[in-house]
């Protein structure tokens, strides 16, 4: 089976920058996507095909892919931003694969 | 504005069938270019894809749910279905239906918890 691996927290000051990472295997060779879920909400996309953003969802967020490490950044964090986010690629073997998600706190 | 809507029995006994409905507005399944997933999530634990189907009645499954499930849709009525046998406690979740654009998915419905019971 095909694995993503995101670090369980991250804690951000507002207005300052978070990353968050998702690794996997040759990761960079598949398009990778980020959604956030907040408490008892479904997820919601942020980030689809590495590094673009749906209508709607905030310049602040960007992304990168490439090599075994997707990265997801926040910048000006805002209190509003405070979530799991999860990394998803697709996988030709496994289909689609999802992240072990990652807390992100804001302080 | 495409939305999406799960139903479907909250509670299922052990050794029996899961049965889902999604239901699709703002959208026809019969002339989206779109894949439709089911997805779903235990509490506390990350997202694990289900499977999904085009609207010419082609599927995917997870390899490791593959065995026991199927994936229907029913166009003309505008939605699309989930059936899971035989199963157990460990298929307690929350289970989602989302519009699949082959890499992401980019509209979701809020979700319909399944407890499967003793």
């Known amino acids: 089976s095909y694995d993503l691996t995101q670090p369980p927290s991250v804690s951000v000051s507002p207005g300052q920058t978070a990353s968050i990472t998702c690794s996997g295997d040759?990761?960079?060779?598949?398009?990778v996507s980020w959604y956030h879920q907040k408490a008892g909400q479904s997820p919601l996309l942020v980030i689809f095909?590495?590094?673009k953003r749906p209508s709607g969802i905030p310049e602040r967020f960007s992304a990168s892919n490439s090599g075994n490490t997707a990265t997801l950044t926040i910048s000006g964090t805002q209190a509003t931003d405070e979530a799991v986010y999860y990394c998803q690629a697709w996988d030709s073997n496994a289909a689609f694969v999802f992240g072990t998600g990652t807390r992100v706190t804001v302080l | 504005q495409v939305q999406l809507q799960e139903s479907g029995p909250g509670l299922v006994k052990s050794s029996q069938t899961l049965s889902l409905t999604c239901t699709v507005s703002g959208a026809s399944l019969s002339s989206s270019t779109a894949y439709w997933s089911w997805i779903r999530q235990p509490a506390g634990k990350e997202l694990e894809w289900i499977g999904h189907i085009f609207a010419d009645g082609s599927t995917k499954y997870n390899p490791s749910l593959k065995s026991r499930v199927t994936i229907s849709i029913d166009a003309p009525k505008n939605l699309f279905s989930l059936r899971l046998t035989s199963v157990t406690a460990a298929d307690t979740a929350l289970y989602y239906c989302?519009?699949?654009?082959?890499?992401?998915?980019?509209?979701w419905g809020p979700g319909t918890l399944v407890s499967v019971s003793s």
């Open positions: 040759r990761l960079g060779d598949k398009y």
């Open positions: 989302a519009r699949d654009r082959i890499s992401y998915f980019d509209v």
């Open positions: 095909q590495d590094a």
